[in-house]
């Protein structure tokens, strides 16, 4: 479903993506994990053409990222991005919030689309919110339905970068239930986080990245049992 192929980034001089190769498999959920700087944000978002990149191929369901012809829009409509921040528009309901995308992008009615958004909204346990806004909602709240808003768009692929690390902890488990429910029902998913407890429960595979190289792409249980590099070992000594 996701595949990289020696994938290189320069900012300048500053080599941020280095030779990454990897792949997802359709129903795959893998977790990125490193220390901060290390490219992961960088990483997912050349996955869906939000950051271009020099050297390298990534292909999107068979579908060239980088090549000049790609309809960059089209291709991002595929796959669903959840972020740190919880990008809701503040000024448009949540309703509007998640029928806005399938009526502009994907050409619904606004019937289907309600519909639709209503469904997903019972999902992440938020029907009653529907007439809200964004401001009127917790941070754990807001991201349940940037989630649901993804969702709407059918992708192919969920990508999250680091979903759950602006929120106040209680909030946490809230958002990681719907992440891990949505793992269980064999979304495809590259998820950056540092919520080694939800990989545990959900991935299949973990890559450890650090200074812009992927130095560990292994199964789960192999990532925490027995990792290879000294990099990794100290890392997880730090965050478990
Ligand atoms: P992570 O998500 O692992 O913390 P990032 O992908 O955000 O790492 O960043 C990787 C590196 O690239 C960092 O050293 C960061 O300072 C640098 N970087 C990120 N964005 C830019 C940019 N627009 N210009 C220059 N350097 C950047
Ligand atoms: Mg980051």
Redesign the pocket.
């Given at each position: 479903m996701i595949s990289l192929k020696d994938v290189s980034k320069w900012?300048g001089p500053?080599q941020?993506l280095a030779d990454c190769s990897t792949e997802v498999n359709k129903g795959e959920v893998v977790v990125v994990c490193?220390p901060?700087?290390?490219?992961?944000?960088?990483?997912i978002k050349t996955v869906n053409g939000l950051e271009p990149f020099q050297q390298g191929e990534i292909l999107l369901d068979g579908q060239s990222v980088g090549a000049k012809g790609t309809d960059l829009s089209k291709l991002r409509a595929k796959v669903g991005m959840v972020f740190q921040h919880f990008e809701l528009f503040p000024h448009l309901s949540i309703t509007e919030n998640l029928t806005l995308a399938q009526v502009k992008v994907l050409g619904r009615s606004a019937e289907e689309a309600r519909a639709k958004g209503m469904k997903l909204l019972q999902r992440v346990g938020l029907r009653t919110h529907a007439d809200k806004y964004p401001g009127q909602l917790s941070g754990g709240q807001q991201q349940r339905v940037a989630i649901a808003r993804a969702l709407s768009m059918d992708p192919i692929a969920m990508l999250f970068d680091e979903p759950t690390s602006a929120l106040d902890p209680e909030m946490i488990n809230e958002v990681l239930d719907v992440m891990v429910e949505l793992a269980r029902e064999g979304m495809t998913m590259m998820c950056?986080t540092h919520e080694m407890g939800f990989a545990k429960k959900v991935a299949h595979r973990v890559i450890f990245?650090d200074k812009?190289a992927i130095i560990e792409d292994v199964p789960k249980d192999e990532f925490f049992e027995n990792p290879k590099s000294e990099r990794a070992k100290e890392f997880l000594a730090k965050i478990l």
């Open positions: 900012y500053f941020v490193g901060s700087g290390s490219g992961k944000s960088t990483l950056v990245m812009g």
